[in-house]
């Protein structure tokens, strides 16, 4: 009369689906994990980058002006004045033989409490050329140039980043 039919078993039960499904999520949470700590490193690594290229154009800029100044040519006047944080020039612009003419300075300083590298052009405002920069000092080569006679070789010191390794670039005049 009754017969005895035997059920199979087929799918998942509940715990089994939430376990595989927690699995797969905690999976899911890592990878996404690594991938936003691979896209703050690459941003962090683009941000150097465009930071190193500012630099380098602040430099091609002093050296430039230092060019126009006179820098390295037998005919040059002292036109320096350097201190930790600036660097002034003095150009004769006019060829009137005044070094002391404002109008015609280029100063190029670091305000550490701002964190910024700026230039000045004559009497006019100071324009930010990085920001920010954790640290610039400006140094003449030798020390005693002055005592000496003799055209000063400017060091900058920098570290662009908290973190990075203190660098230097120095600008010398050409001698023959």
Request: hydrophobic share 40%; net charge negative.
């Amino acid at each position: 009369m009754f017969q005895k039919t035997e059920v199979l078993k087929k799918g998942f039960t509940i715990i089994e689906i939430l376990l595989s499904g927690a699995i797969g999520l905690l999976l899911l949470l890592v990878m996404a994990n690594a991938f936003i700590n691979f896209q703050k490193m690459g941003l962090m690594q683009n941000d150097n980058a465009k930071k190193h290229a500012s630099f380098e154009r602040t430099l091609m800029m002093l050296k430039s002006e230092l060019i126009q100044a006179g820098y390295g040519l037998a005919s040059y006047h002292q036109g320096i004045q350097i201190t930790d944080q600036s660097l002034r020039i003095q150009k004769d612009m006019n060829l009137d033989g005044d070094l002391e003419d404002s109008r015609e300075d280029v100063v190029y300083q670091f305000f550490q409490e701002d964190k910024k590298l700026s230039r000045k052009s004559g009497q006019g405002y100071f324009q930010i050329l990085m920001e920010p920069i954790y640290s610039v000092f400006f140094h003449a080569h030798p020390v005693d140039f002055e005592q000496k006679g003799i055209t000063p070789c400017v060091r900058m010191q920098f570290q662009l980043n908290e973190f990075d390794d203190l660098q230097e670039a120095t600008l010398c005049p050409l001698t023959l």
